[in-house]
């Protein structure tokens, strides 16, 4: 879907930090965030590939009709960080949660 999306024809917004580069950085976290939790094992290569998928979009845009960004570019890295950060923080309060329980009640609420 990023593919799509990023050579999808139409007006292209200013360099500015506007809802561009959100959707950058949703499309990125995306990408990244399910193998962070599920799979970190793999992130080493599926963060290698983002990086140069995002780089490789920036490259190609302007043979398509849109302009390349570095603000984009960046905005894709924000969005593997995001993913990553999203990821492990899920992964560990999922994981410690399925193998300890929730968390206990402080001695004084114990009935």
Do not use: C, N
Not at 64 to 86: E, N, P, Y
């Amino acid at each position: 879907m990023i593919g799509v999306f990023a050579f999808w024809p139409g007006s292209v917004q200013g360099s500015g930090w506007g809802i561009d580069k959100v959707k950058h950085i949703a499309a990125f976290a995306a990408l990244i965030l399910p193998v962070a939790f599920l799979r970190p094992g793999k992130l080493v290569w599926v963060v290698l590939f983002a990086l140069f998928y995002g780089a490789a979009i920036e490259l190609v845009q302007p043979f398509v009709g849109r302009s390349r960004s570095w603000g984009d570019f960046l905005a894709d890295l924000a969005g593997i960080a995001v993913g990553l950060s999203l990821g492990f923080g899920m992964r560990g309060r999922f994981l410690v949660t399925a193998r300890f329980g929730p968390p206990a009640a402080p001695d004084d609420q114990i009935l």
